[in-house]
């Protein structure tokens, strides 16, 4: 599984860009993939409708109820990799492929970005282990995820968000 996660572009991106933090990430990342294969998910170079994947981010799919399928985006920010945003949504199989619902994670119920990233800030004295912290409450949460995907119920931390304001 480790040798996999390792052609993962976003895990090539962070080593050539943060090697002091790749080692963190790749066992987070290798974490997430075992959580996210127990929930049959799998993951995605692109999307099948042929969209591209930003090279900073791991996306899984997984095929929903009738003619859908979900999307789990982990994002990672461009400048600090110890930051991170989740979001999430299904869209149809059927041409032209529409949106049905979306989401993300958020701290604090509000739709800003400072509500989405996780992660340690930059003045954070204990940077790792908030990462591993908030990192371990994604994985807590792809259960929640994955009931939002399969029928839209929304309980802990996710935020439904209208489709016009994803990030697809």
Known sequence: MVGKVENWKCIRWIKRCWPEKYDNIRQAVCRLNN??????????????????????????????????????????????????????????LEFPHDWVRAGCLSRD??????????????????????FEKDWRLLMDSIPAIDRFLEDGSESGYILRQSIGSANY
């Open 109 to 130: 119920g509000r739709i800003d970005m400072s509500s989405r990233w996780f992660g340690p800030k930059f003045f954070h004295i204990f940077k790792l282990r908030k």
């Open 35 to 92: 959580v996210m294969a127990d929930n049959n998910f799998c993951y995605a170079e692109t999307m099948f409708d042929g969209d591209s994947i930003q090279l900073n981010s791991i996306n899984f799919e997984k095929n929903c109820l009738g003619d859908c399928r979900g999307y789990v985006d982990t994002i990672f920010h461009k400048r600090y990799p110890l930051l991170f945003q989740i979001n999430f949504a299904v869209k149809k």
